[in-house]
């Protein structure tokens, strides 16, 4: 029976594999190279002479967006021959090297300790509590320009800048929950994103700067005054003894450039060569929206951050531009307008003409997955997030999102494998900075992240193989984590692993060494022998690992170097 099984696996790998150079493993973009970029005039009234050396602001007029992810962007891509293939800022590892966009985390648990600062925080980052804050001490130096959420900025001594935003006066806590927890599940993951932690503040402790205004999502001005304040903390989740809850979004470092693009490129950017939707990493973050429904997953919650190496002059060069992730308030159950519309977010997008056919052609008798939908009695504030619907291969944002769209099988097999990092009490420490008031909350939300975690596993942990974090220890062994043992995408017996290694015509059955955490280890076997030139064809070993469930191999090359052992040089996933 070991034979047939051997002998199956190497007729399933049979073809010849592609060839990985003898080279060391790329581990960081060189787009976070710094770079230099001439300067220009950009005079303001109060600095006439002023010169800035970074590239120019971009403004996305939030109508704008909007159209152009509902209409003309499906046009153009409509028209377009240039069809996506495979995500190209991938290492011989099949994984994302670090960049401008995205930071591998340490092996190991997803999140921080329990009384970690949340998310991007830093404990340096985080806001006194009302008691211990002076009146007047928080000073509103702007008011929040459009966006469907109300806020205003303030300016903190020895901490910074701030934005503070209200909650959506029908579902109190929700938005500030989502986005302090939606943040700290993309910093976990490795995206830049901001810094959200939840505040309870008194209307005595804010200040207004005289004359403030600010921009309607129509792009008119109106002023921001004391009756505007009022109305953002009227609006916000009010809580015992006079005090209003609000979320702190704290200013991103640098010069801010505004969103970045889900397709093409920055062309002021000279780091910025590789077409956003080829990019692993973005493509990937499909299912990170969908994971915790963030529908709004679009253009305009976004930002570019021009990080001059000379911290003190933001405008300078040379510097280079970071990519983040901004505002997942939408997220959770969080509804966006009328609820005969906000019962499709997740399911189709705000014009689907795909979903507008079918319900044509089928006269409406064909049901769709929104009208199944319901809230859970006891948890209505999360609308109708559930586990009972989710298809993530089907799941949608409400826009359509050009490196959504572009989304390989390897590139969500890739964030399945970080998503699947996270434990239910990791992700139960990460809903805890949501600061529910009512009892069970967290903890049901936890239970549904957990469940929704499961589908994207089920789905995309068993087509290609699960195995990651490929690593050698020692000379000659080399170790994995299958990430679906580790999270028990299926029962625990239907893991048999078969491990093969061949080179120079020969082949040997190694044995499987099983570890906790999902950790699969073995010792390698010199099969090559002889004296070759570091990276010769003769030096080649390919090891085949399957672990006995529908998932397919695992194909390691490795270069056996004699009594220096066997150097890893790339993967397979057939």
Not at 44 to 73: H, M
Not at 177 to 205: K, N
Request: glycine share 8%.
């Amino acid at each position: 029976m070991k034979r047939l099984a051997i002998a199956s696996l190497l007729a399933a790998c049979a073809a010849t594999p592609r060839p990985f150079p003898l080279r060391a493993l790329v581990v960081r973009d060189t787009d976070l190279a710094s770079v230099s970029l001439p300067c220009r005039a950009d005079p303001t009234p109060k600095e006439p002479d002023r010169e800035t050396c970074a590239p120019v602001e971009y403004v996305s007029p939030f109508v704008w967006d909007q159209v152009d992810n509902i209409l003309f962007g499906r046009i153009a891509r409509g028209l377009s021959v240039d069809l996506p293939g495979e995500a190209v800022n991938v290492n011989s590892l099949d994984e994302v090297p670090d960049s401008a966009w995205f930071t591998n985390r340490p092996r190991g648990p997803a999140t921080h300790a329990d009384d970690a600062p949340p998310g991007a925080c830093t404990a340096a980052d985080m806001l006194a509590p009302q008691d211990q804050v002076a009146d007047g001490a928080w000073v509103i130096d702007h008011g929040k320009d459009n966006g469907a959420s109300l806020g205003f900025r303030i300016s903190v001594p020895g901490k910074g800048i701030y934005m503070l935003k209200a909650d959506d006066a029908n579902d109190p806590e929700l938005a500030s929950a989502a986005s302090a927890i939606g943040a700290a599940f993309y910093d976990a993951l490795g995206f830049h994103t901001t810094c959200e932690q939840i505040v309870v503040v008194r209307r005595a402790q804010l200040s207004l700067a005289p004359g403030l205004t600010v921009s309607t999502n129509s792009g008119s001005k109106r002023p921001f005054d004391e009756k505007s304040l009022d109305a953002v903390l009227a609006a916000s989740t009010q809580v015992p003894g006079h005090l209003v809850r609000l979320q702190a979004s704290k200013w991103l470092p640098g010069l801010t450039l505004g969103p970045f693009h889900y397709a093409g490129v920055r062309p002021d950017d000279p780091n910025d060569a590789i077409d956003h939707r080829d990019r692993r990493e973005l493509r990937g973050s499909k299912l990170v929206a969908a994971w915790m429904n963030h529908w709004d997953a679009r253009e305009q919650n976004s930002m570019d951050v021009w990080m001059a190496d000379d911290p003190k002059h933001k405008r300078a060069s040379p510097g280079h531009v970071l990519h983040y992730i901004l505002d997942t308030s939408d997220a959770f159950g969080a509804l966006g307008g009328p609820e005969a519309l906000a019962v499709m977010q997740g399911f189709a997008y705000y014009l689907d003409a795909p979903a507008i056919f079918r319900s044509l052609f089928t006269f409406g008798f064909d049901e769709r997955p929104w009208e199944r939908v319901h809230r859970t009695p006891g948890h209505e504030r999360f609308n109708f997030f559930s586990v009972a619907d989710f298809d993530p291969a089907e799941w949608k944002p409400s826009y359509p999102n050009p490196a959504f769209l572009a989304m390989s099988e390897r590139d969500g097999a890739w964030m399945a494998r970080l998503i699947a990092r996270f434990s239910p009490a990791d992700i139960r420490r990460l809903v805890d900075h949501g600061k529910f008031s009512t009892p069970g909350d967290a903890a049901w939300l936890t239970e549904v992240m957990v469940g929704r975690q499961r589908r994207i596993l089920e789905h995309y942990l068993m087509n290609l193989s699960p195995l990651g974090d490929i690593r050698s220890v020692g000379a000659d062994q080399i170790c994995a984590t299958d990430f679906a043992r580790l999270r028990e995408v299926v029962p625990a017996p239907a893991f048999h692993y078969a491990i093969v290694e061949r080179a120079a015509g020969r082949e040997i059955a190694l044995r499987p060494e099983l570890g906790e955490d999902g950790a699969v280890c073995f010792h390698t076997q010199p099969l090559v022998g002889g004296a070759h030139p570091d990276g010769d064809a003769a030096q080649r070993v390919t090891i085949v690992v399957t672990n006995g469930t529908r998932a397919g191999a695992l194909v390691i090359h490795t270069y056996d170097l004699g009594t220096r052992g066997m150097r890893v040089a790339g993967v397979d996933r057939p």
